[in-house]
C-alpha cells in the first residue's frame, strides 16, 4: 500500500514538472540550442523568451546583400555574452577582424580589452559588435547602402540582447546608432537614449592609439559607465 502511495505521489510529480515545462515553452526533451536557452533564460528576465543571436546570423547566412561582401573574408557578427548587460558597438571590422572573423582583435581590439578590464570586466562578460559586419575597403566609413543593408540585423542583435548599456566607440557608431549629426567630442561624456537602452559615446580605441592623449578623456567616460553599472546593480538588486 505504501509502494502504491509512493509511485502515485511521483506520477502526481512528474505530471505537475511536465506541466511547468509546457508552460516554459519546452517541447519534448530534446536538448537543441533553442530549448537550452529557453530553460537559461528562467527568472532572468521578464516576458517572452527573445530571438536567439544565433537566429538572426542564421539569417544573414553567407550575405551579398551589399558591395562588402565581393573582398570580405569572413562575416564578422559580434562575440560575447549573450546576455550582456554593457555592449560595445563600433564601425565595422579592420584586416585581422576580417582574417579572423571576430570583432575588435587587432591593435585597437588589444586596446579595448585593457579598457573593459579597467571598468572590472572580462571581454566574456559584455558583447562586442560593429554597426556594419563586413570590412570596409582600405577601413573607410560604410557607405549608406552598405549601413542599411546591415543595421536591420544590429538592431535585431541589440534586441536579443537587451543591454542596459551600449558604448558607441566613435563618430560613426554613435551617429548612426543615435541619428546624429554630431561630432563625438560633442556626444561623448553623456548619455544618450536609443529605444530606452542608455548609451555613452566616447573615442575609438584607433584613434586613441593616433591621439593618446585623448585617454584621459575616455577614462573619464568610463567613470560614468562604472557609476551607471553600479547605481543599476543597485536598483535591479
Not at 530571438?51 to 539569417?59: F, K, N, R, V
Not at 571598468?119 to 573607410?140: A, G
Not at 592609439?209 to 578623456?217: A, F, G, I, S, Y
Request: aromatic fraction near 6%; hydrophobic fraction near 35%; proline fraction near 7%.
Amino acid at each position: 500500500m505504501m509502494h502504491q502511495k509512493s509511485a502515485a505521489d511521483t506520477l502526481e510529480q512528474i505530471d505537475r514538472t511536465l506541466r511547468l515545462m509546457a508552460e516554459k515553452g519546452v517541447v519534448g526533451f530534446d536538448c537543441t540550442e533553442k530549448s537550452i536557452q529557453t530553460m537559461a533564460m528562467w527568472g532572468r528576465r521578464p516576458g517572452p523568451v527573445r530571438e536567439s543571436l544565433e537566429e538572426i546570423e542564421a539569417d544573414i547566412g553567407d550575405c551579398r546583400r551589399c558591395s562588402l561582401s565581393k573582398n570580405r573574408t569572413h562575416i564578422v557578427f559580434g562575440a560575447g555574452d549573450p546576455c550582456a548587460k554593457l555592449v560595445f558597438l563600433g564601425e565595422g571590422p579592420g584586416f585581422e577582424e576580417d582574417r579572423q572573423g571576430k570583432p575588435f582583435v587587432g591593435p585597437a581590439g588589444r586596446l579595448l580589452t585593457r579598457i573593459i578590464e579597467a571598468i572590472q570586466l572580462t571581454r566574456d562578460r559584455v558583447y562586442i559588435c560593429n554597426v556594419v559586419k563586413c570590412r570596409p575597403p582600405e577601413n573607410r566609413n560604410p557607405l549608406p547602402d552598405e549601413i542599411n543593408a546591415c543595421f536591420p540585423f544590429l538592431e535585431r542583435q541589440l534586441q536579443a540582447i537587451a543591454p542596459r548599456l551600449i558604448c558607441a566607440l566613435g563618430t560613426f557608431a554613435a551617429q548612426t546608432l543615435l541619428g546624429s549629426g554630431q561630432p563625438i567630442s560633442a556626444m561623448r561624456g553623456r548619455f544618450h537614449d536609443w529605444m530606452g537602452i542608455q548609451v555613452l559615446p566616447t573615442y575609438h580605441p584607433a584613434y586613441l592609439l593616433r591621439n593618446p592623449e585623448k585617454k584621459r578623456e575616455v577614462w573619464e567616460d568610463m567613470k560614468l559607465l562604472i557609476k551607471r553599472m553600479e547605481g543599476d546593480t543597485v536598483n535591479h538588486a
